[in-house]
């Protein structure tokens, strides 16, 4: 099986053609049949001894994507593995359940970690009516009512497209550079005075020699981003998400930004920044905009 799935589970590629694909069938099946059963999505993960994709262990989001997908209905491509009716009954369990635990999804207590002003920098407050705002008595209160479902819809919409384009997420930092300052310069040329005099001393030579190592290492700074983005783009070589996935939130976005506009902005762990807009905003040479389906980021046509 593929270590990123492209293919929804219970298929597989054969001739060009999508056919089913036995065992996973068998999960898929069992998956609907003990959630309307009354089992959990956590305890039907762990009853699953089929692998979702390689070295990958079955959570309860993956079960929930599972009971989302209405690709198991068929389509053209989709042969049909779950019927209308029993697809019908599970999803509607499901929109059941997630309504009765208002405002406490992992999702929302996500959100209130990681959610900032664009303005002040200020974490943004929830209230109780599920609205949020930035409450910093020398900033301004936000010109648009913003609930919990636009921003987890404007995150899924910039995971989506970063998904469908990838490079979106590229940077053009070199993980290391050495720069040096006076003070290496400095001490390189008294080294070559000390050096090049009748009589040396050895020993003050090599506590010089130390020292300007120590000068050069401090010029010295390593950027991480390069390779944080190349584990992003390893966890976001997946199929299109139908809703949000807490795990793939949690290990790729480092903060939400929301402007006074309500432009939401995804800060991804490598630094780049994705916005999710319907008005026109100046870009920045940091970032990159999601206007509907579609994101270009502001470094093209770039030298």
């Known amino acids: 099986m593929p270590k990123n799935r492209i293919i929804p589970f219970g298929y597989c590629m054969k001739n060009g053609e999508i056919i089913t694909e036995p065992k996973e069938l068998y999960a898929v099946v069992t ?26 262990s079955w959570n309860k989001n993956m079960v929930k994507r599972i009971i989302e997908n209405d690709r198991y209905l068929g389509t053209e491509r989709y042969p049909q593995i779950i019927d209308k009716e029993t697809f019908k009954l599970a999803n509607e369990k499901r929109v059941r359940k997630a309504t009765a635990s208002i405002g406490q999804t992992e999702e929302v207590k996500l959100l209130k970690q990681i959610t900032f002003c664009k303005e002040c920098g200020q974490k943004l407050t929830r209230t109780k009516e599920e609205l949020w705002d930035c409450r910093r008595p020398e900033c301004f209160r936000f010109d648009h009512l913003l609930t919990d479902q636009m921003i987890l819809s404007a995150v899924l919409n910039v995971f989506n497209t970063v998904i469908a384009n990838p490079t979106l997420i590229n940077t053009d930092c070199t993980i290391s550079t050495y720069s040096p300052n006076a003070k290496v310069r400095f001490q390189q040329n008294e080294i070559n005075r000390m050096t090049d005099m009748v009589h040396t001393d050895e020993k003050k030579i090599k506590e010089e020699l130390f020292r300007l190592a120590q000068l050069r290492y401090d010029c010295c700074t390593y950027d991480d981003s390069q390779p944080k983005t190349e584990l992003l783009k390893s966890r976001l070589c997946c199929e299109q998400l139908n809703t949000l996935d807490i795990g793939l939130f949690k290990a790729c976005v480092s903060r939400i930004w929301i402007s006074h506009f309500c432009t939401i902005e995804v800060e991804f762990i490598n630094g780049v920044h994705i916005k999710n807009i319907t008005e026109r905003n100046d870009k920045n040479v940091h970032s990159a905009e999601c206007n509907g389906d579609t994101c270009e980021s502001a470094d093209s046509g770039k030298p």
């Open 31 to 56: 998956i609907f049949n003990e959630y309307l059963k009354g089992k959990s999505l956590s305890e039907i993960a762990a009853l699953m001894e089929v692998p979702y994709s390689e070295n990958s």
